[in-house]
């Protein structure tokens, strides 16, 4: 098995004449929490619906535990992946949470999370059933397993989002701004459950405002800024001694 979980290569997006995404590299190491950070439509969200392919990137290249996600372009100029198969083996391996949760509002919270193992894992009813349990434990919100979302404060939703990723075992957690949609004092409880999937050295990488957060817990922090990588290093370098005057009003912005 390889060393690197996730490597993106200059990946590259447009829509229509706008190029939002202009060549981005980074690697992910296993076990290594890798954050983004970056203004509002610098391009940190379409950055991770290229590497799940919510969005088919323009160029460049994805590769999971050292399997790349092979393109085709047709006569048409349109870029589309070779092989659907393989593009849904990798997807099973991203786990991804959204700023606004995005659970389904018609199954309760333990039906959300075994949904996935079920249909696409293929487990029986009770593994599923036993691994969700497990995972509100850790999530904390067992006691709201047969609810309905609405029924929930945000902080639980995400939580429940959370465990709802967590059940596809997935090789790489992509978190949108996990936070961003919650009322200040919830944030907390959804940070302490993304402190302790550091702790675990999960693979994870992170779009967030919250900067103690990316602080304490990445290997990396990357600024991107107009669709391009305008710093990246240990938090301690990129948040404690920012190059760029760009960077620097960022972070003054964010405290
Ligand atoms: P961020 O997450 O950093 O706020 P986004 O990735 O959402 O930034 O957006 C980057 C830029 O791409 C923005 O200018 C945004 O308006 C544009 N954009 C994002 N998605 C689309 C889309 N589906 N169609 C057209 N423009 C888009
Ligand atoms: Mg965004």
Same mark, same amino acid.
């Given at each position: ?26 690697e992910a190491?296993r076990? #290594?929490?890798i954050s983004?950070?970056g203004?509002? =439509? ?8 290229c590497?799940n392919?919510? #969005? #088919?990137?323009g160029? =460049?290249?994805i590769t999971l535990?050292?399997e790349?996600?092979?393109t085709?372009? *047709?006569?048409h100029g349109?870029?589309r992946?070779a092989?659907k198969?393989q593009?849904?083996r $990798?997807? $099973?391996?991203?786990?991804m949470?959204?700023?606004?949760f995005n659970?389904?509002? +018609? !199954? ?8 996935? %193992? ?5 487990k029986?009813?009770?593994? &599923?059933?036993?691994?969700a349990e ?7 919100i067992?006691a709201k397993?047969?609810?309905y979302p ?10 429940a989002?959370i465990a709802?990723?967590l059940?596809m075992? %997935?090789?790489?957690?992509?978190? *949108?701004? %996990?936070?961003?949609? /919650?009322?200040?004092?919830?944030v907390? #409880?959804v940070?302490?459950?993304?402190? &302790?999937?550091a702790?675990e050295?999960?693979?994870m990488? !992170?779009?967030? +405002?919250?900067?103690?957060l990316a602080? *304490?817990i990445?290997s990396?922090?990357i600024?991107? +800024?107009?669709g391009r990588?305008?710093e990246?290093g240990p938090p &301690?370098?990129?948040m404690g001694?920012p190059?760029s ?5 960022? /972070?003054r !912005?964010?405290e």
């Amino acid at each position: 098995m390889t060393e690197i979980a996730l490597s993106v290569k200059d990946i590259r997006k447009s829509f229509g004449n706008v190029e939002v995404l202009k060549g981005i590299s980074f690697e992910a190491r296993r076990g #290594e929490v890798i954050s983004l950070i970056g203004q509002s =439509g610098s391009g940190k969200s379409t950055l991770l619906r290229c590497i799940n392919r919510l #969005e #088919e990137p323009g160029g =460049g290249e994805i590769t999971l535990e050292g399997e790349t996600l092979r393109t085709i372009t *047709d006569r048409h100029g349109n870029v589309r992946v070779a092989d659907k198969r393989q593009l849904e083996r $990798m997807r $099973m391996r991203l786990g991804m949470v959204f700023q606004n949760f995005n659970l389904w509002s +018609h !199954m309760t919270i333990l039906e959300n999370i075994i949904e996935g %193992p079920r249909q696409i894992l293929g487990k029986s009813r009770d593994e &599923a059933i036993a691994e969700a349990e497990a995972l509100l434990d850790k999530v904390g919100i067992r006691a709201k397993r047969d609810q309905y979302p609405s029924q929930l404060s945000g902080g639980q939703q995400q939580r429940a989002a959370i465990a709802r990723a967590l059940a596809m075992n %997935p090789s790489v957690m992509l978190f *949108d701004e %996990p936070t961003s949609a /919650l009322d200040p004092e919830l944030v907390q #409880e959804v940070v302490q459950v993304i402190r &302790a999937l550091a702790a675990e050295h999960r693979t994870m990488v !992170m779009v967030t +405002h919250e900067m103690s957060l990316a602080r *304490d817990i990445s290997s990396q922090v990357i600024f991107l +800024h107009q669709g391009r990588i305008e710093e990246q290093g240990p938090p &301690a370098e990129v948040m404690g001694n920012p190059r760029s005057a760009r960077l620097r009003q960022f /972070l003054r !912005m964010e405290e």
